[in-house]
């Protein structure tokens, strides 16, 4: 089963908490604007993720099955 990221953008307020915590997923462009860089929940990479949902201010960030 495969796990994606998927992220509120009508909650984002666009203070790269996230960024912060992994840069190669979430990345803040110059316009204040989020992009998720890739979005797929893998072995080397959910333990960070799942930080960045846990200290997401605004709560935007969720973990969906595919
Ligand atoms: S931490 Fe949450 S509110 Fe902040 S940029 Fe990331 S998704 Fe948006």
């Given at each position: 089963m495969t796990q994606k990221i998927e992220v509120d953008f009508g909650l984002?307020?666009?203070?790269a908490v996230c960024m912060g915590i992994i840069p190669e997923v979430f990345q803040v462009d110059d316009d204040d604007y989020l992009h998720v860089l890739q979005d797929e929940v893998t072995a080397e990479n959910e333990a960070q993720i799942r930080e960045a949902v846990r200290q997401c201010p605004r709560q935007a960030i969720s973990i969906v099955d595919e």
């Open positions: 984002c307020e666009s203070n």
